[in-house]
């Protein structure tokens, strides 16, 4: 099949969804919302940094290599870093004093929301989707702010003893403070020396200083928590993201084990006694291996049914697994690398018991799907165009209003080196008696038992911006599949 084909098939597949995205009754989104102050930086604006800090200060903490920010000369050190490698860079802050010293020393260009799960909320509701119940542990009066305005979203909240949805404007906790992440950006050229080194940044990039306070709790209250099942009824599924910011141990003598506990009792209780609730797991970038490994193995498998990653992240996570061949092999860009995605997609769905395994890449996503999965590989396929054709339009608008932006993005080309990385692929499969080249274009049920579904993805050539997408990408697929579910009342 050639791109013409495929690009006929966008057309079909956004059609068919939006046709359909009205049988959702609703979503759970849960749990992390945070708001991003953005900054784009100038030559200038590091210089004065440079100054109040020091220069000796600076060079000894670069050589040091901050893993956490403490400071502000921990900060300007890995920005000098990340500058100097034009490589983008997530480092994390504990208290908020770093935020108070860039409010009164830099100040930001603009703020919007952040976090996975505040970002898939609105573009939910953006969508069209009916009940979209975002939950944020720390919901501030500033956080709210950032949810957009509309009836449909709302947030639980315990007054005189009952669960009741209200707008997160009129739902926050007036005493909580708010956790606000730093996007600072450089461009490509800038040039200046510092610490004794000439450089000019070889590349636009960013880096992210996430707040991570020590009130920060991946929980929900025990009132709240008993009357979850309340909202059961007005939802087909949940998206929960966040559990990176679960810590190993607390002051207060808690560990990682009570909140795996505490997470894995909420998606119990989602599900009640419906088996089949959609609930899908968006990973991302987990630096603790403990962490990652726990949320693999404890939270994801056998309460999850679908997860959604990048292939760095692929490769993260069949590592903490055990496969650490094979995550190399996925992120070496070698000529196998698009083979190992595929095999390593089989062994997270198989080893974690999921129904569906959804990893997106730059140029193709690749979806495996467990037999018992009860969409067939057309409705799965339209789902990740639609999901594809969604991420093209935020790419290029920055953000989605409406869905009828979605035109935007179909007017995207397929990238067609993404569909010669498929061909690789192909060419792999069939000659492994894996599928034949038929089934690979149409989806199959492979050799082995799994589903197997691929699509070669629209990319803009000059987004306007990029985060997000990744989870623009995810809540897509999830809530077209969501929008074909069969409907079976069982609670
Ligand atoms: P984030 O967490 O910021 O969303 P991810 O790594 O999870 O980042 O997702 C990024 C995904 O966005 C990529 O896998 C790719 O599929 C998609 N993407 C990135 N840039 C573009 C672009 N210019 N056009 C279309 N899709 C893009």
């Given at each position: 099949?050639?791109?013409?084909?495929?690009?006929?098939?966008?057309?079909?597949?956004?059609?068919?969804?939006?046709?359909?995205?009205?049988?959702?009754?609703?979503?759970?989104?849960?749990y992390n919302s945070n708001v991003d102050a953005m900054k784009h930086i100038r030559v200038d604006e590091i210089k004065k940094l440079v100054s109040i800090i020091g220069y000796k200060n600076l060079r000894e903490r670069i050589i040091e290599y901050p893993r956490e920010i403490k400071d502000p000369t921990d900060f300007m050190a890995r920005l000098f870093i990340a500058m100097r490698d034009g490589k983008a860079a997530e480092v994390p802050t504990y208290t908020t004093d770093l935020h108070e010293w860039?409010?009164?020393?830099?100040?930001?260009?603009?703020?919007?929301?952040?976090?996975?799960?505040?970002?898939?909320?609105?573009?939910?509701?953006?969508?069209?989707?009916?009940?979209?119940?975002?939950?944020?542990?720390?919901?501030?009066?500033?956080?709210?702010?950032?949810?957009?305005?509309?009836?449909?979203?709302?947030?639980?909240?315990?007054?005189?003893?009952?669960?009741?949805?209200?707008?997160?404007?009129?739902?926050?906790?007036?005493?909580?403070?708010?956790?606000?992440?730093?996007?600072?950006?450089?461009?490509?050229?800038?040039?200046?020396?510092?610490?004794?080194?000439?450089?000019?940044?070889?590349?636009?990039?960013?880096?992210?200083?996430?707040?991570?306070?020590?009130?920060?709790?991946?929980?929900?209250?025990?009132?709240?928590?008993?009357?979850?099942?309340?909202?059961?009824?007005?939802?087909?599924?949940?998206?929960?993201a966040g559990y990176q910011m679960i810590k190993e141990e607390y002051e207060d003598g808690t560990t990682y084990v009570d909140y795996v506990k505490k997470a894995v009792n909420v998606i119990e209780r989602l599900k009640g006694c419906n088996p089949q609730m959609r609930i899908h797991v968006e990973f991302t970038s987990?630096?603790?291996?403990?962490?990652?490994?726990?949320?693999?193995?404890?939270?994801?498998?056998?309460?999850?049914?679908?997860?959604?990653?990048?292939?760095?992240?692929?490769?993260?996570?069949?590592?903490?697994?055990?496969?650490?061949?094979?995550?190399?092999?996925?992120?070496?860009?070698?000529?196998?690398?698009?083979?190992?995605?595929?095999?390593?997609?089989?062994?997270?769905?198989?080893?974690?018991?999921?129904?569906?395994?959804?990893?997106?890449?730059?140029?193709?996503?690749?979806?495996?799907?467990?037999?018992?999965?009860?969409?067939?590989?057309?409705?799965?396929?339209?789902?990740?165009?639609?999901?594809?054709?969604?991420?093209?339009?935020?790419?290029?608008?920055?953000?989605?209003?409406?869905?009828?932006?979605?035109?935007?993005?179909?007017?995207?080309?397929?990238?067609?080196?993404?569909?010669?990385?498929?061909?690789?692929?192909?060419?792999?499969?069939?000659?492994?008696?894996?599928?034949?080249?038929?089934?690979?274009?149409?989806?199959?049920?492979?050799?082995?038992?799994?589903?197997?579904?691929?699509?070669?993805?629209?990319?803009?050539?000059?987004?306007?911006?990029?985060?997000?997408?990744?989870?623009?990408?995810?809540?897509?697929?999830?809530?077209?599949?969501?929008?074909?579910?069969?409907?079976?009342?069982?609670?």
């Amino acid at each position: 099949m050639d791109i013409a084909d495929w690009e006929k098939r966008y057309e079909e597949a956004v059609f068919n969804v939006k046709e359909h995205i009205g049988n959702v009754q609703g979503v759970f989104v849960a749990y992390n919302s945070n708001v991003d102050a953005m900054k784009h930086i100038r030559v200038d604006e590091i210089k004065k940094l440079v100054s109040i800090i020091g220069y000796k200060n600076l060079r000894e903490r670069i050589i040091e290599y901050p893993r956490e920010i403490k400071d502000p000369t921990d900060f300007m050190a890995r920005l000098f870093i990340a500058m100097r490698d034009g490589k983008a860079a997530e480092v994390p802050t504990y208290t908020t004093d770093l935020h108070e010293w860039l409010m009164d020393n830099l100040v930001f260009d603009s703020a919007r929301m952040g976090g996975q799960a505040g970002i898939m909320s609105n573009l939910l509701v953006n969508l069209g989707v009916k009940n979209v119940i975002t939950y944020v542990p720390w919901l501030s009066r500033e956080q709210a702010e950032y949810f957009i305005d509309s009836p449909h979203l709302k947030h639980p909240v315990i007054e005189d003893g009952k669960l009741i949805l209200k707008h997160p404007k009129e739902a926050f906790d007036p005493e909580q403070k708010p956790k606000i992440n730093w996007i600072i950006e450089f461009s490509k050229g800038m040039r200046f020396s510092c610490a004794g080194e000439d450089f000019e940044v070889p590349r636009d990039n960013r880096l992210i200083v996430s707040s991570r306070p020590n009130w920060l709790r991946i929980d929900m209250g025990n009132d709240m928590y008993e009357q979850l099942d309340e909202i059961r009824e007005d939802i087909d599924g949940a998206i929960l993201a966040g559990y990176q910011m679960i810590k190993e141990e607390y002051e207060d003598g808690t560990t990682y084990v009570d909140y795996v506990k505490k997470a894995v009792n909420v998606i119990e209780r989602l599900k009640g006694c419906n088996p089949q609730m959609r609930i899908h797991v968006e990973f991302t970038s987990i630096q603790n291996k403990v962490i990652r490994k726990a949320l693999l193995t404890e939270i994801v498998k056998k309460h999850v049914t679908s997860l959604g990653l990048d292939t760095v992240e692929v490769a993260n996570a069949l590592n903490v697994l055990g496969y650490e061949e094979l995550a190399y092999s996925v992120i070496n860009k070698g000529e196998d690398s698009v083979v190992s995605l595929y095999e390593g997609a089989v062994k997270l769905l198989k080893e974690l018991e999921l129904q569906r395994v959804h990893i997106h890449s730059l140029g193709y996503y690749i979806c495996v799907v467990s037999k018992d999965h009860p969409l067939d590989a057309n409705i799965q396929r339209e789902a990740l165009l639609f999901a594809s054709a969604l991420a093209a339009t935020q790419a290029t608008l920055g953000s989605v209003t409406n869905i009828d932006d979605i035109s935007v993005g179909l007017g995207v080309p397929v990238y067609d080196q993404g569909y010669d990385d498929l061909l690789e692929l192909e060419k792999y499969l069939v000659r492994r008696g894996i599928c034949s080249s038929e089934d690979f274009e149409d989806g199959c049920i492979s050799a082995e038992g799994h589903g197997l579904v691929i699509v070669p993805s629209k990319v803009v050539k000059d987004p306007v911006a990029t985060v997000g997408i990744g989870d623009a990408i995810s809540a897509g697929a999830f809530i077209a599949l969501l929008a074909r579910m069969p409907k079976i009342n069982i609670c």
